[in-house]
């Protein structure tokens, strides 16, 4: 696995290369676990996320993506680097400029904004289990205080407020807005493991039917756990569609 580790302002991120590169780059925006540091990430060190991966690398994409500030549930900063990122990749390496993304849970909230800034640069994008609006997340975490609390201050650190503020901040964002915007593809993927994923799957089906109506380039796909392995070839299926028009 070829990669190279380097610093932008005070984060780390990470370029894989693969052996024949087709000219197309995928960015990559994680969720809670994820990490860069000068030697390694999340996706590196995790099985799962290192197979998927290989995967993508043999089918001829550069991976490339920050540490984004860690837990940083699409603050304007994150957003801001990604963005960083992605000028700095396509303007040193060999790649078309416009790029897929992949992001997982939180890291959804961060795609979101950075597909509403950069438009058609954006080619398509796969979002795994995501998070799609932090007000019905932190309405979910309600129940388990100590998740709560804990939220609450992260949300605060990311957005540079205080934890008392952090509902009344929420609640002025338009979330809404974002979500029936997109204008590039984008293909859901939930995984259905354990309760909490169930009741995600409950708000993505009523939020199909809206999308299926409205005639959205939003598509959903369930996968159970022990199916994880059929994950890559989805996604290289899904943004080979989309690469017929440079």
Do not use: C
Not at 106 to 131: E, H, Q, T, W, Y
């Amino acid at each position: 696995m070829k990669h190279r580790n380097f610093k932008m302002d005070t984060e780390w991120s990470m370029i894989h290369y693969p052996d024949k590169p087709s000219g197309f780059g995928i960015l990559i925006i994680g969720d809670e676990r994820h990490f860069v540091d000068e030697n390694s990430s999340f996706w590196t060190q995790n099985e799962g996320k290192a197979a998927l991966i290989h995967k993508l690398e043999e089918a001829g994409y550069t991976i490339f993506y920050s540490n984004l500030f860690g837990r940083n549930w699409g603050s304007d900063d994150a957003v801001q680097m990604a963005k960083t990122l992605y000028g700095y990749v396509t303007r040193t390496e060999i790649l078309n400029d416009k790029v897929h993304i992949i992001a997982e849970g939180m890291g959804a909230l961060a795609a979101l904004k950075l597909m509403d800034v950069m438009g058609d640069k954006i080619r398509s994008a796969v979002f795994i289990n995501p998070i799609l609006s932090v007000k019905n997340h932190l309405n979910q975490e309600k129940e388990h205080k100590f998740f709560y609390k804990k939220l609450l201050k992260e949300l605060a650190a990311s957005y540079k407020t205080e934890s008392s503020k952090v509902i009344e901040m929420v609640n002025t964002y338009d979330e809404q807005y974002l979500i029936e915007n997109i204008k590039s593809p984008v293909k859901i993927i939930h995984v259905l493991s354990g309760g909490k994923a169930y009741k995600q799957s409950n708000m993505l089906k009523q939020l199909s039917v809206k999308w299926k109506d409205e005639e959205a380039p939003i598509s959903v796909y369930y996968i159970v756990p022990e199916k994880m392995q059929r994950m890559g070839t989805q996604i290289i299926g899904f943004f080979k569609k989309y690469e017929k028009v440079l």
